[in-house]
């Protein structure tokens, strides 16, 4: 059966991410990272981002992602930039006093544990570093998104095994809440905000921006109680699909949304 992960989507992950990357570089700028600093890009993907640090420091910059095929393409586009990429989770990572900077672009919404995550954070800055965040918010993340699932649990070709299905993000409601967490934590926030971002694409450009993330999670095995099919999988999605179609205006174009945390914390 194909497996759905991160490492089998890395290749086209880049071309199919408009919103990560637009949404990469507000938090690039809300960091404004300095010509010196050593930066850590957590959760780096395939590297879009951790090249664009590249470019703004002379200090060492470094990506870790826990897909092995998302480090794999990282590296391959890379090239002889001077970036280490490593294969490694925020939960594993053991950095102490290395970074003046962490950058943390659409991945703290996978985090398993996201308290020792930022517990980890804390321990890889060095005092008066900061960490930024951008990720998908509330249970609502994505109006499109959800209401193409919530087909999903109608439709008798996908309901009985979808049924089955456990969601793997971690996602909290307010800015404050975000802001509680990291506090608690050690870390003193100086920005937490939320928004809703809205894009207008084509259905066939959505269902591409659901599928280089979303489908990563909603139609990997390891979510699932049960074996899932190439029959499932090819049934979801369709319904996924015809859903996007459905949301179109007259002039055929959707109006996707995303609600988003921007949180910038320090270590004091």
């Not at 804390?122 to 998908?136: D, E, F, N, V, Y």
């Not at 979808?162 to 809440?177: D, G, I, K, V």
């Amino acid at each position: 059966m194909k497996r759905i992960d991160f490492s089998t989507v890395a290749s086209e992950y880049e071309d199919r991410s408009p919103i990560q990357k637009s949404a990469a570089d507000e938090l690039l700028d809300l960091l404004a990272i300095m010509n010196d600093e050593d930066v850590l890009d957590l959760g780096c993907g395939v590297g879009n981002p951790t090249r664009k640090i590249r470019r703004l420091t002379g200090g060492k910059v470094v990506g870790i992602d826990p897909a092995k095929g998302m480090i794999q393409e990282a590296i391959k586009k890379a090239k002889s930039m001077d970036i280490t990429f490593e294969m490694k989770s925020a939960e594993d990572m053991d950095y102490e006093n290395c970074f003046d900077v962490i950058f943390c672009n659409s991945a703290f919404q996978w985090f398993s544990d996201p308290e020792k995550a930022v517990e980890n954070c804390q321990k890889a800055l060095r005092t008066r570093g900061r960490i930024g965040i951008q990720a998908p918010a509330k249970r609502v993340y994505c109006p499109n998104f959800v209401e193409a699932i919530e087909k999903v649990k109608e439709d008798p070709m996908t309901r009985d095994i979808f049924a089955h299905f456990y969601p793997p993000w971690f996602l909290l409601e307010t800015a404050e809440e975000y802001k509680d967490l990291f506090e608690r934590l050690g870390l003193k926030v100086i920005l937490a905000r939320m928004e809703a971002v809205k894009t207008r694409h084509m259905p066939e450009e959505v269902f591409n921006i659901f599928s280089s993330a979303a489908a990563a999670g909603y139609l990997n095995q390891d979510y699932y109680d049960i074996e899932i099919s190439e029959d499932f999988i090819d049934s979801f999605k369709t319904v996924i699909r015809n859903t996007f179609i459905h949301q179109a205006d007259d002039r055929g174009m959707v109006t996707l949304v995303f609600n988003r945390i921007f949180l910038i914390a320090v270590k004091i």
